[in-house]
């Protein structure tokens, strides 16, 4: 009967994707999704971030990659700036992530001053709110290659108030040990690395607005050794950072 298939009448077969098409479907197309499903997330809830340079030694080391929550503080409109909700500010001691107020760059340096906090630094000792904090020497001496040279470094204890934490000075080198006290003005934080005197931070750049602090990071998720043909350093993947 006319409009009814034949029993014995085979279906046609699919006709085949060219090689174009085969890689559309099966990989372009795939990626846009995830990349369309994850840039948000990335953006505005969580991501991780690689670390080039040593300003935060030697709490963070050059090739680790550190988990970023960017939900610490308020949650964001995906890819804008533009807070939908806030809560807890970044707190002193905070390692976070966060838009050079100089050039934009993306950057990682520990919070020291708070909205209100009046910060002074003199040989390298930092006082907050008119009280001096204490440092306990951990190792004075060791030298490593720094621009072709040998350099001391000395690491030490600082009692930060809220969180202890090591930080590192190198002899020798150039750089801003000392500023009269200054106020951090509201909304406002006065950053720094924890390498002291291998770090472009706020004795340099100034302030940082409270809207450029992307997250905060408590863990190094993973790590690489550049010097080392990037072999895995097992011992500080998932390490919680001081």
């Keep these: 009967m006319f409009g009814r298939r034949s029993k014995r009448e085979k279906a046609k077969p699919k006709p085949k994707r ?3 098409a085969k890689l ?14 994850l840039t948000p997330l990335r953006s505005s809830v969580a991501d991780w971030n690689d670390v080039p340079t040593g300003s935060m030694r030697p709490t963070i080391l050059e090739g680790d990659r550190i988990f970023v929550n960017k939900l610490a503080f308020g949650l964001r409109v995906p890819l804008t700036k533009i807070w939908l909700a806030q809560w807890a500010g970044p707190q ?11 050039d934009g760059t993306r950057l990682v340096k520990r919070v020291i001053g708070l909205p209100g906090d009046e910060i002074s630094l003199v040989g390298n000792r930092l006082a907050i709110n008119g009280e001096t904090l204490d440092y306990a020497v951990i190792d ?6 720094l621009g072709g040279h040998e350099v001391t470094i000395v690491l030490a204890e600082e009692d930060l108030p809220g969180r202890s934490h090591v930080v590192t000075f190198t002899q020798g ?15 406002q934080y006065f950053m720094m690395g924890d390498n002291r005197d291998q770090s472009l931070d706020s004795r340099v750049f100034g302030f940082v607005d409270r809207g450029d602090i992307y997250g905060r990071s408590s863990y190094v998720a993973l790590s690489f050794d550049p010097d080392g043909f990037l072999s895995p350093r097992f011992d500080r993947w998932f390490s919680k950072m001081q």
């Design 18 to 20: 060219g090689p174009v």
């Design 24 to 37: 559309m479907h099966d990989w372009v197309l795939p990626l846009l999704v995830a990349a369309v499903v």
């Design 92 to 102: 002193r001691g905070d390692i976070v992530t966060l838009a050079s107020p100089k």
């Design 140 to 145: 004075n001496g060791s030298t490593v290659e």
């Design 173 to 187: 080198v150039m750089s801003p040990r000392s500023f009269e006290p200054i106020v951090v003005p509201e909304g």
